[in-house]
């Protein structure tokens, strides 16, 4: 009887509290402040994703088989679709979310014509520019899924990357992508921040280099195109015996 009771009122229980967090999250969509909230936590998800992303990608400059050993074991790793299943849902809502606010701000603005525009953080080119690099960033992702994620991948991801950034057009793309995403989170690390609401005068400094300091390594996705371009993994890269010996060891 005790146990019946116990498990009955845990149940309403944890009920009572699903349903709370579902209007939370409704709530969440409704209103404005809401959906900036938001636009810019997925937006700093992102940003993770984006480091991590890169981290990944200087593993190129380990050689070969610790490149393609990386990725496999990745993608042979069960919760890597649950990963990216995530991934995809953030870049979803942060699209979302971003189309949504900037509409918002279209149409409150009407009519207000030669009003200045407030931007969190100040105007700089970053803030100035987010719309068109969000634009530039999309193709960009669009292409960069044509041609690296749906695509055989039976040479190997290693040699897949490297003879792609031997071609020109191909490295203009993806500088042009990198230079994006680095004007993108130049603005949009700490407008995330100050939206949170956790922006405070002591630490507003220090979130400021943050932001720089994030953007700026994005600039090594170009770095690492153009460094095949160049060839100059032929001049100063270890061959790939020697990559294998230092594993060995
Ligand atoms: C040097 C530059 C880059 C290289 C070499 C690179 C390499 C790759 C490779 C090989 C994949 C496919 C992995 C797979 O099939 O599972 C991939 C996936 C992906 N990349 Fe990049 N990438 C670069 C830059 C970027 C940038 C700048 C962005 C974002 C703007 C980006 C976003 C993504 C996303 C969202 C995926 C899909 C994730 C997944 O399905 O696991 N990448 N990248």
């Known amino acids: 009887m005790k146990v019946g009771f116990e498990i009955k009122g845990r149940s309403s229980f944890s009920q009572?509290?699903?349903?709370m967090h579902l209007q939370f999250i409704l709530r969440m969509f409704r209103t404005s402040v809401g959906r900036k909230v938001l636009m810019a936590l997925s937006g700093?998800?992102?940003?993770?994703f984006m480091l991590i992303h890169l981290a990944e990608n200087m593993l190129l400059f380990k050689g070969e088989s610790f490149y393609n050993g990386w990725v496999d074991f990745l993608l042979s790793n069960p919760i890597t679709i649950y990963l990216e299943i995530g991934l995809l849902l953030l870049f979803m809502l942060h699209i979302i979310m971003g189309v949504w606010v900037r509409y918002e701000d279209w149409i409150n603005s009407r009519g207000r014509k030669y009003e200045k525009i407030n931007w969190q953080g100040g105007r700089t080119i970053g803030s100035a520019t987010m719309l068109y690099s969000a634009i530039a960033l999309l193709i960009y992702l669009g292409y960069?899924?044509?041609?690296?994620?749906?695509?055989?991948?039976?040479?190997?991801?290693?040699?897949?990357?490297?003879?792609?950034?031997r071609d020109k057009i191909f490295v203009v793309?993806?500088?042009?992508?990198a230079f994006a995403l680095f004007l993108h989170l130049s603005h949009g690390f700490q407008s995330a921040f100050q939206t949170l609401g956790l922006?405070?005068?002591?630490?507003?400094?220090?979130?400021?280099?943050?932001?720089?300091?994030?953007?700026?390594?994005?600039?090594?996705?170009?770095?690492?195109?153009?460094?095949?371009?160049?060839?100059?993994?032929?001049?100063?890269?270890?061959?790939?015996?020697?990559?294998?010996?230092?594993?060995?060891?």
Not at 173 to 177: D, M
Request: aromatic share 18%; charged share 15%.
């Open 44 to 48: 700093l998800a992102l940003a993770g």
């Open 144 to 165: 960069h899924m044509l041609t690296f994620r749906f695509v055989d991948h039976s040479i190997g991801f290693y040699q897949m990357v490297t003879t792609a950034f």
């Open 199 to 249: 922006n405070h005068e002591k630490y507003n400094f220090y979130i400021k280099v943050l932001g720089y300091i994030v953007s700026t390594l994005m600039l090594l996705f170009a770095f690492i195109s153009v460094f095949y371009l160049f060839n100059l993994d032929l001049k100063f890269m270890p061959k790939e015996s020697q990559v294998l010996e230092k594993i060995i060891d």
């Open 16 to 19: 009572k509290e699903g349903n």
């Open 173 to 177: 793309i993806y500088v042009g992508g």
